[in-house]
Structures are given as C-alpha cells and as structure tokens.
C-alpha cells in the first residue's frame, strides 16, 4: 500500500470534472455504504453530495437486505456500487421482495463492470445503469458516462471528464497507440495526484516528467472519444506466449446461471506454465461442477483462453471497495 498525497485543488477539481457529466442536485438522493476513507467513498458520495447539497444516505457497512430497505423506504434514487453489489442486484432472489421503483441511476466503479451484467441490472431495477473510471491517484475519477447517455455501451468507461488529456502507450515499445488499438491509459489533469508520500521512486516510476500519470491498466478508444478498459497490465495471465486478460473471463463466468462469483487469476503448472484458474463461488442450491465451468467457457473463447483449472470458494475476497484481492487467492 501507497500513501497519495492529494491537494484540496485536486478534490475540488475533481468534484467539479464529475459535475459537468452528471444531474445531482439538491433533490438526489445518493446512497453511501462504502467507507469514507476510501476515494471512492469520500469524493464521489460525500463530497459530491455535499457539493450539490444532496442527500447522502450512510451505511456503517454493507448488508444486502439493509440496502435494499433503506432504499425503498427512504426512495433513494441514486446508487453508486462497485461490480459485487451488480451481481446481487441482477442475480440474487431477495431483491424481488423489494419495491425498488423509486431507483433511477445505478452507477458502478471501483473495478470493471462487464454490460451484459450492466443490462441485467438495468432490466431487473428498470434504470438507468453507468460506469466510470478512476484511482486513489485521479482524486479518482478520470472517465464516466454522462447521465443523458445511457446509449453507451456498458462495457466501456465512457469519455474523458472535462480539462483531462488521454493516450494509450503500448506497454512494450513505448509508442503511442490509436484509435482501436490497445495500449496503457494514460491520464493528465487537476485531478491527478502530487505523488506518493514518502516515496519518491514510486512517484517517479508512475508520474511522468509531463504530468502524465500511468495508470497501469490497459485500454481502447473508439472514434468518439468513448474509453474501454481491457485489463490490467500486471494481471495479464501469459499463456504460452498470448495475453489472457483476466477480466474477461469473470464477465462470461458470471453468466452462467449456476454461478454466483468468480475471480481468475495466473497460477504455475506443473510443467511450469501459467495458465488461468477459476476460482468460484456457486449459487445457493446450485450444482455445478469443475468440467462443466471449464467447457461453459471452452465453448466461447479461443483456446488459448480457456480456463485451465478450477477451485469452489465460500467467497471471493475483496476490498473495501469491491475490487478482488488477487493476492490473497494467490496465497
């Protein structure tokens, strides 16, 4: 973990960037169960919220059934979720017992939400769903989907916010990359950090001389402007010499209906090779197996893409903000 020194510029440049892409007003009503010592949770839901004097509806923590009751009985109309709370919402049974009507923006960040879980959601709540994108080091966002375009495809992280300049630079040849082409996002902007305190050679390995921070995931850009992350540079699992990303293999394993979550990762064979594994989390009731997860998935991607090993887990570990802790299935 790294300390990012953050000025009161970079917060008020930030909540001002989001604010030219959203409609909060003093009428929104925002629910807020993520911890406000995370970015995510002090910038987007508190300071934001108080930046347009809007309601901010706490909670100490998450708690599913919570959730849901909060929202209906005090008509919250704006939810901001990372992806685990996307797969309750478009998959679990409780939310039928629930009047959610009164929901009119389900916004998701803090890691990628793949649009076929997006349009779950969005059917099952009858709302309007939108992702952004964004790091502790941004302030922390960089990219969103503005409220009137709900046209966007959910895959992706929607435009740049306003007075941030982006490239992609491949990873490998240092070369700036094109339209369609994918390439390491980087991000310049008010918004983005002083450094990392105390630590001078991490600044400088992921801040530029020209202000560009490297953000280290991997993305595209289409002929709009509209940005899609792909993956992480250090998650790439290489498989024989070709890039699996990751992340592309939890969204079509949380399509089938069988399994609740899903994390993947690069483990060593025993011939020395990585390869990907699967590790899930089954519905309740449900019966599935380790062959069944990896045909389902041998049966939609390239071969050198196929999960190669699989692992039942009670529960996938994550962050306070809902990102997967890799490490932790590493270990």
């Given at each position: ?241 070709y890039q699996v990303p990751p992340a592309e293999l939890e969204a079509l394993l949380l399509t089938h209906p069988k399994i609740a979550d899903t994390a993947v990762i690069g483990v060593v064979d025993e011939d020395g090779e990585e390869i990907p594994k699967a590790f899930v989390v089954a519905q309740a009731d449900a019966e599935v197996t380790a062959d069944e997860v990896i045909e389902f998935v041998a049966a939609k991607v390239a071969p050198h893409k196929k999960v190669r090993a699989v692992e039942f887990i009670e529960a996938i570990p994550k962050s306070a903000s809902g990102k997967i802790l890799r490490k932790?299935?590493?270990?």
């Open positions: 973990a790294k300390g990012v020194v953050l000025t009161h510029r970079n917060l008020v440049a930030n909540l001002l960037q989001i604010q030219a892409m959203g409609d909060v007003t003093s009428e929104t009503k925002i629910m807020a169960f993520l911890p406000f010592f995370h970015i995510y949770g002090m910038t987007v839901m508190m300071n934001q919220g108080l930046h347009a004097r809007a309601t901010v509806v706490t909670m100490p923590k998450f708690d599913l059934e919570q959730f849901l009751t909060i929202t209906q009985d005090l008509q919250v109309d704006r939810l901001y979720i990372a992806p685990p709370v996307a797969v309750a919402l478009a998959k679990h049974p409780i939310i039928d017992k629930f009047d959610l009507s009164c929901v009119k923006t389900v916004f998701s960040g803090a890691a990628p939400l793949d649009g076929e879980l997006g349009r779950a959601v969005a059917k099952r709540l009858d709302c309007t769903v939108l992702q952004g994108y964004g790091m502790t080091e941004l302030s922390p966002v960089s990219h969103c989907m503005p409220d009137n375009r709900g046209d966007l495809d959910l895959n992706s992280s929607g435009f740049a916010l306003p007075n941030i300049e982006c490239k992609l630079v491949d990873p490998e040849s240092g070369e700036e990359v094109g339209v369609g082409e994918r390439g390491e996002l980087w991000v310049k902007g008010p918004n983005v950090m002083v450094g990392y305190l105390n630590n001078s050679e991490a600044t400088d390995a992921t801040k530029d001389a020209d202000g560009f921070l490297h953000t280290g995931d991997i993305a595209v850009v289409d002929d709009e402007g509209v940005y899609s992350i792909v993956d992480r540079v250090k998650e790439l699992i290489k498989y024989k010499g932790d299935l590493r270990k």
